[in-house]
């Protein structure tokens, strides 16, 4: 080593990585990165015996990680350097979706590429694909493989193949990586079940209850009516395994760091894949600590940091989503807090958004879903929100209590009209979802149904009401606004762009009908999307509905999340609103969440600093003179407007 040489300098120097030449912008990337890299590690693991041989490991896996990465990406990582923040912009409208239930399979996908440029949609969500055992599977988030496609879906060529064509076709790539647990039947596990010490180390495992009591002390119960506890009997090893989610789901042990490191080999071997967006499964609960509920612990951050840091540094044009469903105090920490602010997660769900809306629809009142707001607008500049309506997962209602207290609402009440709405038993609720890991202990519940089900269109249909049927695609569509335009990457959910109702044919399954949250996880039927072109069919007038939203988003660069989002106040409970202003642009969004026609005073827009006299409506495409024919801004049941100004 020359005199003067950093370790880490003799390091790149060894991969043939020097400050000029080819390499110059890697050699300048991990520059700037290693001190921080190296400080988030020492926070973590600076008293681990083996501290340095091991963070030189990890730096060897950043550096053949950037040497492994093809041409077509670094030049698509220098594309989005130039962009700036690329994924803020308005022009990305995603689609989340399982592969085999979509179409059949990887190739079958592909074939349906033309079917997402109809839509608009450029950005794919698909949801797991690496080997899982059938039966045990938690719909693929049960790895036992990271680097293997299950065969049901195709193999890896299919899978690099089909992205290459999406990237040519201007498309964005989405895939999970689940970092909190691995199937019983991963490598490591079936190594731990066998007596490796060294495997059993990268899990939970312990010879008595002693230490999985004092954890199980402070754990909540993820699933207690399917899989209670934490813990499980492994007979194999005659040892308690951790198993926070399901019984066949090992949690790892970030507390040893070689599972830090072999992990993070595999985010980079989805980046190299063409990843542009990996979408971390339950950061919340990477790390554990007893006496705690073992969820959002400080070191879980650090971590998230680090990963973050490191493919800055090797692969920077993947983008990270912590999967966080937490409160949303708790979210927030996932874009990083204080001088960390924005480099944690460049995305989180909003979660607290998506079930606030469902609240609104519910209840017909706004109030509780503007007192989230003054934690929301804190997300750090620069970093965006996964916005959407639904998701292949239940809605939590995990918005604070304060929050409901503060709008003049009983908390407990509440929650209780929400879960009895939404499952049908209130009476005269349209909707027919069912509730998810309902805990007897704590009265806690979450919902399952489709967009549509939820909607009232189920019921509307059973019913043969066309009233009641246009009425809840106008349901819909309110609910897609405001997931499209409040602010972040909307994520549609596969089947909604088509008003498909639930899916009650899991209950004939064994290995799915423990779990309703199946009924919204539909096959689709192409012939019956074939119908999105007949004129007068419900899948014609939601699909297209859909379809332009998504052209009027990508129409108004406002709409680009930059933090640049004021709320109307409720100057009438049941309508909701907002601002979004950019570079001279202004547009309202307003939207009625009642059964009945709502008047909005056209002064509830004075409080942004002026009152429009010209706004231009983008979804009927009508010219509005404001005040010309009365003080009010009238809409009808559920309707919504897309406010331009034109003056």
């Given amino acids: 080593m020359e005199k003067d040489t950093m370790p880490w300098e003799a390091l790149l120097q060894e991969f043939g990585i020097r400050s000029s030449g080819t390499h110059r912008v890697f050699y300048e990337r991990f520059q700037q990165g290693i001190a921080n890299l190296e400080s988030l590690y020492r926070s973590v693991y600076g008293d ?67 079917y997402f440029e109809e839509l608009g949609v450029n950005f794919l969500h698909l949801m797991p694909l690496f080997e899982s055992p059938a039966g045990e599977s938690d719909g693929g988030y049960a790895v036992s493989n990271f680097r293997k496609v299950d065969p049901k879906f195709g193999n890896l060529q299919d899978l690099v193949a089909l992205r290459k064509s999406m990237h040519a076709q201007g498309m964005n790539l989405m895939l999970d990586i689940v970092l909190n647990h691995t199937s019983h039947r991963h490598e490591w596990a079936e190594k731990a079940k066998a007596g490796d010490k060294r495997y059993q180390d990268y899990f939970y495992m312990y010879d008595n209850r002693w230490i999985p009591n004092q954890y199980e002390a402070a754990m909540p119960e993820i699933f207690p009516e399917s899989s209670p506890g934490n813990f499980t009997w492994c007979d194999e090893c005659q040892k308690w395994v951790m198993t926070v989610f399901h019984h066949y789901q090992w949690d790892l042990n970030y507390r040893n760091p070689h599972v830090l ?59 990270i989503l912590g999967e966080a469903i937490v409160a949303p105090e708790a979210i927030m920490e996932y874009f990083g807090k204080e001088d960390r602010a ?38 750090p500049l620069g970093t965006s929100w996964i916005s959407y309506t639904r998701c292949h997962d239940d809605i939590g209602l995990g918005y604070d209590d304060y929050m409901i207290a503060q709008a003049g609402k009983d908390p407990y009440q509440h929650r209780s009209y929400l879960k009895d709405y939404y499952s049908g038993k209130f009476p005269n609720s349209p909707a027919k979802g069912a509730l998810f890991s309902s805990n007897p202990k704590t009265g806690d519940a979450r919902i399952s149904g489709s967009l549509a089900s939820l909607c009232g269109l189920e019921f509307a249909l059973i019913a043969q009401g066309p009233d009641q049927i246009q009425l809840s695609i106008q349901k819909i569509l309110l609910m897609q606004v405001f997931s499209m335009f409040t602010g972040g990457l909307p994520m549609l959910y596969y089947g909604d762009e088509l008003g498909y109702l639930n899916d009650y044919s899991f209950l004939q399954d064994p290995a799915k009908s423990y779990d309703n949250r199946w009924m919204h996880r539909p096959i689709i039927d192409w012939d019956k999307a074939g119908l999105r072109k007949e004129k007068g069919t419900i899948e014609n007038e939601v699909f297209s509905g859909t379809q332009k939203l998504i052209k009027i988003r990508k129409k108004l660069s406002a709409i680009a999340d930059f933090n640049n989002i004021q709320w109307i106040q409720p100057h009438n409970i049941h309508v909701a609103g907002f601002l979004r202003e950019m570079d001279g642009q202004k547009v309202f969004v307003i939207g009625n969440y009642s059964s009945e026609t709502a008047f909005l005073t056209w002064y509830a827009l004075k409080e942004f600093g002026f009152l429009p006299h010209t706004l231009y409506d983008h979804w009927s495409k009508k010219i509005i003179e404001v005040g010309s024919d009365d003080n009010y801004l009238i809409l009808e049941p559920y309707g919504f407007r897309i406010f331009e100004v034109k003056e």
């Avoid at 480099?343 to 519910?362: I, S, V």
Wanted: with cysteine; charged share 25%; proline share 2%.
């Fill in 261 to 319: 490191r072999e992990m993070l080999d595999n985010v980079f071997f989805y980046a190299n894949l063409g990843v542009d967006l990996l979408r971390i499964d339950a950061p919340a609960f990477i790390w554990k600590e007893t006496g705690t509920s073992s969820q959002n612990l400080p070191q879980a951050h650090q971590l998230l940091q680090l990963i973050k840091q490191a493919v800055q540094m090797a692969t920077p044009g993947m983008a």
């Fill in 342 to 379: 924005g480099k944690e997660c460049d995305f989180a769900y909003n979660a607290t958004q998506m079930a606030l809306q469902w609240d609104m629809l519910a209840t017909g009142d706004t109030r509780v879903m503007l007192q989230a707001q003054g934690i929301l607008q804190q997300k």
């Fill in 48 to 114: 681990f015996s083996e501290f340095e041989d091991v963070f030189e490991e990890l730096l060897k896996s950043i550096i053949v990680a950037y040497l492994e990465r093809e041409q077509d990406l670094k030049k698509r990582d220098k594309t989005k350097e130039k962009q700036g923040n690329w994924f803020l912009s308005n022009q990305l409208a995603g689609m989340s979706l399982y592969v085999d239930r979509f179409a059949s399979n990887l190739n079958g996908l592909h074939k349906k590429l033309d």
